[in-house]
């Protein structure tokens, strides 16, 4: 039987560490000169394949248009392309090209390498917690 009031101190703890952790990182991908919801867009499609608009928008969690600005910003900076469906005119897919996926390979291995960086100082009971921490937050996120 779980501590329901603990549970929910840790989850507050987890929630709040990863917002700040995330945030840092962040700083990294401003000498990539692409804004995060740019990134983000791209994360989607380097490391989940072509997705259509109507996806891409989906996956972002924002209305088409507002992800059609974004492609069309992609496009402009040469990190995605846009091209018709050649059996459904209506529909167009969304690929990253390989400056983009280049780019974002750098940046997340900017903040890898931050936030290695970071754990560096630690004992290495201290990061063999982490490691624990980590793979237990990977299987909740599992489900």
């Not at 703890?13 to 700040?20: E, V």
């Not at 996926?101 to 917690?129: F, M």
């Amino acid at each position: 039987m779980t501590n329901r009031p603990h549970t929910e101190h840790v989850a507050d703890r987890l929630h709040s560490a990863s917002i700040h952790l995330l945030r840092q990182l962040r700083r990294e991908d401003d000498a990539l000169g692409v804004t995060a919801p740019l990134l983000s867009a791209l994360s989607v499609l380097v490391f989940g394949g072509a997705k259509t608009l109507g996806e891409l928008a989906a996956a972002e969690q924002v209305q088409p248009p507002s992800m059609t600005r974004t492609v069309r910003k992609l496009e402009e900076a040469g990190l995605a392309i846009r091209e018709l469906d050649p059996l459904d005119r209506r529909v167009a897919w969304v690929y990253a090209t390989p400056e983009g996926e280049r780019v974002l390979r750098e940046g997340r291995a900017r903040r890898v390498a931050s936030l290695a960086a970071r754990l560096g100082g630690l004992h290495a009971e201290e990061l063999a917690a982490l490691e624990h921490a980590a793979e237990l937050l990977e299987r909740v996120l599992r489900g």
